[in-house]
T-cell receptor
Framework: NAGVTQTPKFQVLKTGQSMTLQCAQDMNHNSMYWYRQDPGMGLRLIYYSASEGTTDKGEVPNGYNVSRLNKREFSLRLESAAPSQTSVYFCASSELAAGGNTQYFGPGTRLTVL | AQTVTQSQPEMSVQEAETVTLSCTYD???????LFWYKQPPSRQMILVIR??????QNATENRFSVNFQKAAKSFSLKISDSQLGDAAMYFCAYRRLRANSGGSNYKLTFGKGTLLTVNP
């Protein structure tokens, strides 16, 4: 049982380049999330998908787009990367988006934008 | 807006001893959930324990327990019989219970973390 998987694990981009971070979960969860973690801080929500076919902005959505490809997969795209987007990105999933549902996290992607 | 504060950037404990990590939060809500997540060097975020605000009984998971003081808005984590594998960054997190418009209901609000070192 893999849980939540993310690819790639590491990525280095130049300013202005684009890339897509992939996330998949095998727990049949309805809700998925993208967070970023900056040094000395907790995680902040970028976008989420409460259920297949829906996506909504979180706290820090600027510069990102998402696609809920199907129930299993939720991708995060950087159209024109900026140094301020250097961070560790975590994908998470939960059975439902309701408050008590535990979110399970992937291993993270460390992104550096030069 | 909800905020979560972890006032101890770093803590250390001797193997087999007990350590308590502090967390306070600010909210105007009456119903919510609180979580402790562990992040070892592998960076994986692992759920340690969760507490429903409507429950007076403190949550316990094996060697991990919480002291939930709702009136004081305090949610500390106690680790008993500390093991080397407990060494990690620990994050306290809050999540509101009820839906509202926009994305704020669905996010976990995290503190900045406490780095726990376990000394052999």
């Amino acid at each position: 049982n893999a849980g939540v998987t993310q690819t790639p694990k590491f990525q280095v981009l130049k300013t202005g380049q684009s890339m897509t971070l992939q996330c998949a979960q095998d727990m049949n969860h309805n809700s998925m999330y993208w967070y970023r973690q900056d040094p000395g801080m907790g995680l902040r929500l970028i976008y989420y998908s409460a259920s297949e076919g829906t996506t909504d902005k979180g706290e820090v959505p600027n510069g990102y787009n998402v696609s809920r490809l199907n129930k299993r997969e939720f991708s995060l795209r950087l159209e024109s990367a900026a140094p301020s987007q250097t961070s560790v990105y975590f994908c998470a999933s939960s059975e439902l988006a309701a408050g008590g549902n535990t979110q399970y996290f992937g291993p993270g992607t460390r992104l550096t934008v030069l | 807006a909800q905020t979560v504060t972890q006032s101890q950037p770093e803590m250390s404990v001797q193997e087999a001893e007990t350590v308590t990590l502090s967390c306070t939060y600010d909210t105007s809500e009456s119903d919510y959930y609180l979580f402790w997540y562990k992040q070892p060097p592998s960076r994986q975020m692992i759920l340690v324990i969760r507490q429903e605000a409507y429950k007076q009984q403190n949550a316990t998971e094996n060697r991990f327990s919480v002291n939930f003081q709702k009136a004081a808005k305090s949610f500390s984590l106690k680790i008993s019989d500390s093991q080397l594998g407990d060494a990690a960054m620990y994050f306290c997190a809050y999540r509101r219970l009820r839906a509202n418009s926009g994305g704020s209901n669905y996010k976990l609000t995290f503190g900045k973390g406490t780095l726990l070192t376990v000394n052999p």
